[in-house]
């Protein structure tokens, strides 16, 4: 009987425990007339003061999606230049190309050039130029790639579409001291104290449509490059000194006469400063002198 009584006790607690519980648990959810919403703060600031930012965790997507159309927007509305550039190719045929390029990838290639280290050899320097203007290089190149697309134009007529575009602005010297030539910085001109090695990356060429013969077999090899071409930038002699060229394999010289070797690969030279007929790949007759030929960068 004593086992039954105290059975009995245990049970009676059990019930009596698991009704306040829920009691507990159904104590918000209770009539307005007993509930008080004061009255349950204090008494649930008692009982927990744990506070739990509800936003920390829960994150709206429409929040996400309005930020990043702000970034987008911000992304559109830097200023920006829009280029339309016209020429001729080596048959005569009208040639055209648009793009558009944010006007701070100019102010960063610039930086980057005036801040590049004294401590360098050429092929690092190009390198180090068209991996730093990739995104302007990339948006020229998706123009001019659409344009010959249109066109239908393949094999050496896609080369000579990109070539003669950088071809036809007339040669511009570029300088390390001041202009021994005068003029200003424009094409046909001359631009001083360009440091450090008398060169303008592939942006500020596009920008400013100046630039002689590496600046233009830099801008030439890094679109060429981008469209998946074998090429290389080479360096030599003619007798006008040290000069620099684009180099292109794969493809036999239009008009024959020098190449460059180099592991095995022949490079036909791509003579880039300016446009006329005997310009096209393969034909270096318009120098007397040829030496010293060899790849820098491919």
Not at 114 to 134: G, I, P, Q, T, W
Not at 192 to 199: D, E, K, S
């Amino acid at each position: 009987m004593k086992n039954q009584n105290s059975h009995f006790r245990i049970l009676n607690l059990v019930f009596w425990i698991t009704l306040g519980i829920l009691a507990l648990f159904n104590f918000p959810f209770l009539d307005k007339s007993v509930f008080n919403h004061e009255r349950f703060a204090e008494w649930y600031e008692r009982f927990d003061t744990t506070k739990v930012e509800i936003d920390s965790f829960f994150v709206d997507k429409d929040e996400n999606n309005v930020s990043e159309d702000k970034e987008k927007q911000k992304e559109e509305n830097k200023p920006s230049t829009s280029f339309k550039w016209n020429w001729k190719d080596y048959n005569g045929r009208n040639c055209s190309v648009s793009f558009t390029i944010e006007n701070e990838e100019f102010e960063k290639a610039k930086r980057f050039r005036e801040s590049y280290s004294s401590n360098f050899s050429e092929a690092n320097l190009y390198d180090d130029f068209v991996k730093r203007c990739d995104k302007p290089i990339s948006i020229l190149s998706n123009a001019l790639k659409s344009e010959m697309d249109k066109r239908n134009l393949s094999g050496i007529d896609r080369l000579n579409f990109v070539v003669t575009a950088i071809q036809t602005p007339p040669y511009t010297y570029i300088e390390m001291q001041n202009c021994r030539q005068g003029g200003k910085c424009k094409p046909e001109g001359c631009c001083p104290f360009i440091l450090p090695f008398a060169v303008y990356t592939p942006t500020e060429y596009i920008f400013q449509e100046t630039g002689d013969c590496d600046t233009k077999s830099l801008i030439c090899y890094a679109i060429l490059k981008k469209l998946n071409y074998n090429v290389a930038i080479i360096v030599g002699y003619t007798e006008g000194g040290k000069h620099a060229m684009l180099g292109v394999a794969g493809f036999p010289a239009e008009i024959p006469s020098y190449y460059v070797r180099h592991n095995g690969t022949i490079y036909q030279p791509w003579e880039t400063t300016n446009f006329a007929y005997e310009f096209q790949l393969g034909n270096m007759r318009m120098w007397r002198s040829w030496r010293n030929w060899n790849v820098i960068l491919k």
